[in-house]
C-alpha cells in the first residue's frame, strides 16, 4: 500500500515537474545587470534558451552593447529535440502505465530516463560549460568595480529555477520506472519462464468430451 502511494506520488511529482521544464524554456535563465556610481541601470541582459540574451536597451547603445555577453549558441535542433523528448515522456508515464506495461513496451522506459539526461544538460552544462567560464558568476553575486564605481549584478533567473525544480521532480519515477522495466524484462528472459512461454504457446489444449464424442461416434460407423 505505502509503495503504491509512494509510486502514485512520485508519478505525480514527475507530470508536475514535466509541466515546469516546459514553461521553463519561455522564461529568462539569467540576468546581468550594470549599475554606474549612481545606482542608474546603464546595462541590462536577460538570457532566454531560445532567444539566447535580450536587451531592453535600445540596439544604439553603445556602453550596453560593450557589456553584451557572448552567446552559447545552443542549436535549436536540441531544443526542439527537448521539447519532443518531454512531451513523449509525457506520453509514456500517462499512457503506459509501469503496472499493466506489456514487456514488449521496453523501449518506451527510455524515453523518461532520456529527459533527465537532457534536463541534467541545462541545469549542470550550463552554468559549468558557460556561465562560469564566461565569468557569469552563478548562481548570484554583486559585484563592485571600486576603480569605477561600477557595480555588477548577476543572478539565475525564473527560467533556470523551474528547469531545477522540474529536474528534481521528474528523476524519481524517470529512474524507477526504467528499473522495474528492466528488472521485469531480466525475469521475463530468464530460461524456464522463456520455455514455459514457448510451451504455452504451442501447447493444445485437449477437448476431452470432444475427443471421446467422436470416438465414439467412430465407433458406432463401424
Sequence with gaps: MEDSKATHYSKLGF?????????SIFLEWYTFQVFDETSTLIGAWTYTIFFEWDTPFSSGNPTNEGYRPVNLNIPLVIIIMFIIILIAAVFVVLFKDINSTPLTLRKYSYVPLFLVILTSFYVVIFPLMYLLPNELYFPSLTNIDSEVGYSFSYSISFGYILQLCGFVLIFPYAVYYNLIITERDKLYNRPHVQI???IHQVQEKIDL???IAEEVEHLRRM
Excluded: S, T, V
Design 15 to 23: 507530470l508536475i515537474g514535466a509541466i515546469l521544464l516546459f514553461i
Design 196 to 198: 514455459d512461454n514457448i
Design 209 to 211: 468430451d470432444k475427443e
